[in-house]
């Protein structure tokens, strides 16, 4: 495999963060306490930072060693400093993917360093896992397959059993679907459903509790027959009306119970944009749907488009058959599959439907606006997610989120556990909980 380049931007050795997101991961392993100090001369006003090790033990020759792993040796670093065993082992690793290159190039000679076969890959996969906690192996694996171009070894089984699983490796076998060999389907699917199993494990149990309560309160009556009164909530609506004389309360609102669990009563439509931006968030709504899909009070829809609309309604019981259902890249046609979707619905003022896309709309913009403004207008709750994920804001179409504020459908990303707050607000038809409202 030839090297390639590495960006200008990131000459500094990112061995202690290798993402700027991504720093809190890496404080602890490679951070130094404080700056080793190179002379006297130091500005007024200079205070060390007060990250990596912990207390005013730490010694001058373990500050030395820390930035001398995070500078990454070249002759300019300044620390004098020289590696044996272990640390020249983490420093390796570090060079095969940060380090410098032979280029002349000022700002430009960074190259990678892995060599072209796949042992060798294997080799520094698992001498980063020796070495890293899983969270930083993450973002150093997300740097390779990014940055150097080592996708296609993922089309080989030896690779998946190597590297660390998360939700970015999973957006990037789905990209390779198509053109992965039958020889390491299984495999990618097994990488694939222990991502998803994790992922079930930390979201599943709140988001059912949250959209329980949610459906619940929704379904409170103010009619009720004498065995359906919620007595207590009843008690507190008319507190106001206590009689301090005959000590009671005059009820004249009754609030009862509603019967969640023994009809259906919303409906929710997950609109699912599949380019190849949105990798992170297709897996995650995946999860999501399979989820909500088994609540027994909710008939959930997945239904996922690029310039072509698939419903994967059918295969909601196993996320990773939706995931392997999916095609990343492509181009965008919101209109199209909001018009499917609108389609399907059969009682708007039970209904919420969220759309997670970067808005960058290939179709009809004005007949998607109007299509929301319709949905609206019908009694659907529309929500607007750019990205469901742990990410932060991606790069969205700042017009079109614009335009959808206008129309009461505030465009924001989500993170995956705020999403059960979200849905529960719009269950609820409470304003939603908008970190970011464009």
Known sequence: MTS???????????????????ADQTADVLRPADPPRLGDAARPGDVPRPVGVRGANTSADERLRRWRLVLGGDEADGTGRALAGQDAAMDGALTALYGKGSGTQSGRDRSAGLGASAPSVARWLGDIRTYFPSSVVQVMQRDAIDRLGLSALLLEPEMLEAVEADVHLVGTLLSLNKAMPETTKETARAVVRKVVEDLEKRLATRTRASLSGALDRSARIHRPRHHD????RTIAANLKHYLPEHRTVVPERLIGYGHASQSLRKEVVLCVDQSGSM???????SVFGAVLASMRSLATRLVVFDTAVVDLTDQLDDPVDVLFGTQLGGGTDINRALAYCQSRITRPADTVVVLISDLYEGGIRDEMLKRVA???????????????????????DREHASALAALGAPAFACTPDLFPDVMAAAIEKRPLPVPDAV
């Open 229 to 232: 009164i919620d007595w207590n």
């Open 374 to 396: 319709a949905l609206k207008a019908s009694g659907v709750q529309f929500v607007t997610l750019l990205a469901l994920s742990d990410e932060g804001t991606p790069a969205y």
């Open 4 to 22: 390639v380049p590495l960006d200008p931007a990131d000459t500094a050795r990112p061995g202690s963060a290798p993402r700027p997101t991504d």
């Open 279 to 285: 990798a992170a968030s297709v897996v995650y709504a």
